[in-house]
């Protein structure tokens, strides 16, 4: 039974490769299983009490094998974060061996990750999201570069946040049209948030039930079917669209241009970028970790 139950993914991985779109092959098939085998119609149960808030709001970053052994861009970033946010917000460091003392991940799903049949990318969403189930407060990948001192006031007065792909909207039958609702590379939830808990079970169900990730944004897919159960878990959100935070890293690939750097830096209060970005040539690099960090 469990062999066949991977040999479904392993299926949608090899069948992909002889279609003419093999992205949008795997993700409708993913999409099409998680709905099948994972997705419950019942909801969690849970209080959802906002309590008053009088202590720093947490702010998680990730880093598996710990940031005295991460990329010197990603220490940089850790360090210019913590300049820009620490007088208003707890900045929370975690990597493997910790992370372990503040959630509860099964033997099982530490083996498929130890033995790499999860990737980094998939373990590091499980995380996150378990660590916002438990405690609340707001994810940011290691390489989200931050511009502004206070997060807008209008995220953090909801019960959760993603950055929205403007494709994704949900229909009257809470049927998702467009697969991927947006971002997880930064994220603010309530402590106990309903849709944080409903994707973190689903998360747990599929990598319990499943030893591969044929698809590489299934956890996007897994948070669009999350948001299909209660339309008001996305349409309450407000709207931030997840383009403009990629538009410092585009300009990054291209010759350093002072002007446009500065306008696409002001264009939003965080940029997600690349600590394995390929720069245009050494100089630029130089110029752009110039412009970032010093």
Not at 42 to 57: F, G, H, P
Not at 255 to 279: M, S, V
Request: aromatic letters at 16%.
């Amino acid at each position: 039974m469990h062999i066949m139950k991977n040999f479904t993914l392993y299926k949608i991985k090899l069948l992909s490769k002889i279609n003419k779109n093999p992205q949008k092959y795997r993700q409708q098939k993913v999409y099409n299983l998680l709905k099948d085998k994972i997705i419950s119609q019942s909801l969690t149960k849970n209080n959802n009490l906002l309590a008053v808030v009088t202590e720093k709001i947490p702010v998680w970053i990730f880093w598996a094998q710990g940031f005295d052994n991460a990329p010197l861009f990603v220490q940089k970033n850790l360090s210019h974060t913590h300049k820009m946010l620490s007088d208003k917000y707890e900045i929370r460091t975690v990597d493997l061996n910790n992370v372990l003392k503040l959630i509860h991940l099964s033997d099982d799903i530490l083996q498929k990750y130890h033995s790499g049949q999860f990737k980094q990318a998939f373990f590091s969403d499980i995380v996150r999201f378990f660590l916002l189930k438990e405690y609340g407060g707001l994810w940011l990948d290691s390489t989200v570069y931050v511009t502004s001192s206070e997060i807008p006031s209008n995220i953090k007065l909801t019960d959760h946040f993603i950055f929205k792909d403007m494709c994704f909207f949900l229909n009257e039958g809470m049927s998702s049209t467009g697969l991927i609702p947006g971002s997880n590379w930064f994220l603010f939830a309530q402590k106990d948030d309903e849709w944080i808990n409903q994707v973190a079970g689903f998360m747990e169900k599929y990598a319990e039930r499943y030893n591969t990730v044929s698809y590489y944004y299934t956890t996007h897919l897994i948070m669009g079917l999350a948001f299909g159960m209660n339309a008001d878990w996305y349409y309450k959100m407000p709207t931030y669209d997840n383009q403009a935070p990629h538009r410092v890293q585009y300009l990054m690939a291209k010759p350093y241009d002072e002007y446009k750097i500065t306008q696409a830096l002001r264009g939003c209060f965080l940029h997600k970028l690349n600590y394995k970005q390929e720069f245009y040539s050494e100089v630029d690099r130089q110029l752009f970790m110039k412009r970032l960090f010093e």
